[in-house]
């Protein structure tokens, strides 16, 4: 099981073998509400960690996505063009945004699962 | 409840609010030069003295016959069927500022529907906004589509794009953050190239060719299209355009001073979420039946905020009523039609005015549809001898080119008969 790491922005990360794949989480999709449309970078666009890197827009806001990672984008999750419900429906896995190839460790401000529930209870 | 809503007490509140003595001082970032300080009227006259006086004026004010103005640039007389204010004088569309509340306005809804499809059917484009100002902002909005579809920050606009639209693609591009570089030939920088088809001056322009360039660069193309010509000539969505655009007061709008005009929009879907302004869809509900309803809204300014393509909300729906009205009444014959006889009009015209001694077409090797320009020996004293005789003669192409001196751009529409023609002419004998 690769263990899932939260920024306070709501983007989840996962890692395995130098490739991170980002998406949103449970919570903010539910925040959002129907998703019907994303910006995402992209292949091979380089993003920093922290930086926004699109937009994700649901039928009551538009917020910017940052990436908890850094690195260059291996892959963008086309599937989201013609159903960007899957990020609603299946936030963890078919909704995933994008993959990016990081050298090294994750950045040490992530939330591991119970210090990002901590984050959403409190909010 | 008072009818007067705000006492003299409330304006005092709310200018000690604002930390100012009066309502004048409200008005203090406007330079006074371009303030009226007082108009130009006697005090204490009664109302039948005043209409008199403002008649008066009016009467000092030349208005030329439609069928002997031979002037366009952009704004064109042409005739309008009686169909249009039959429709859109209907207190239901003319009275009420356009109704948003879906269960309450399905009609303007309707309405706004049935002016996107045939403009998105005249452009060849997938998708139509429900109108935007004029010809001069639709090309700033499309040029601004395609900025933020790019992430580029330059527009390429060709020579020969309406002056004062490329004073306004300026303007929103000082705001924004693009900026204008006139040419043809748009490279790895450039988010679109905006060209004008007929050109201000009247000329075809090679749109296959120019969009190829604009696509070899990675650009959009914005086509800024005249919407009768589409009569004729071929539309955006043939030779590839991504962003059609234009001024539409053609199509069954009056000159009048220059306003309120038209702007219409179109784009392929891929493009629909840059779209800016007001979009109507047609929808069932639940019980199956057609209805209409604001579309794709969270691409808006309302709900998109600051990451929108444009802070428009509003739309110009009685003048787009007008347009839906005016292309449905005519029917694509009866456009071609119009087309035609402003075609074979004018160039009877050139044909007689190239005749001439001193007068010749100013770009001969160049095509033209309704509009030419024309070199002639003195444009002050051609337009004089034209005054004259009651004729309002083309315009004068060096107020914008410097090269262009002593051009005038001739216009004719449908409106200015053959004997208007002979009158013309005689005119400069």
Redesign the interface.
Known sequence: MVERRYSETHEWVTVEGGTATVGISDYAQAQLGDV??LELPKKDSTLDAGASFG?I??????S?LYSPVGGRVVEVNEKLTDSPELVNRDPYGEGWLIKVEVGGDLPPNLLDEAAYKKLTEAS | MPYLVYSDEDRAQMLAALGLESVEGLLGDIPPQLRLQRLALNDGLSEQETMDHVRGLAARSRVYPDRLSFRGGGVYRRFIPAAVAAVTSKPEFYTAYTPYQLAASQGTMQAIFEYQTPIAELTAMEVANASLYDGATAVAEGAMMAVVQTGREEVVAAPHLHPEYLEVLRCYGDGRGFRVRVGTSPDQHSAALVVQQPNFLGLLEEMPALTRAAHDAGALMVACVDPISLGLLAPPGQYGADIAVGEGQQLGLAPSFGGPHLGFIACRQELV?RLPGRLVGEARDGGGRRGYVLT?T??EQH???E??TSNICTNHSLCALAASVYLTYLGPDGLRQVAEISFARAHDLAARLARRPGFELAFPERAFLNEFPIRVPDAGAVLGRLEERGILGGLRAGRWYPDLEDVLVFCCTELNDPAALDELEAALR
């Open positions: 019907v449309f937009v827009e649901s039928v009551k806001a538009a910017d | 979420r794709l969270a691409r709900i998109r905020r990451k929108a």
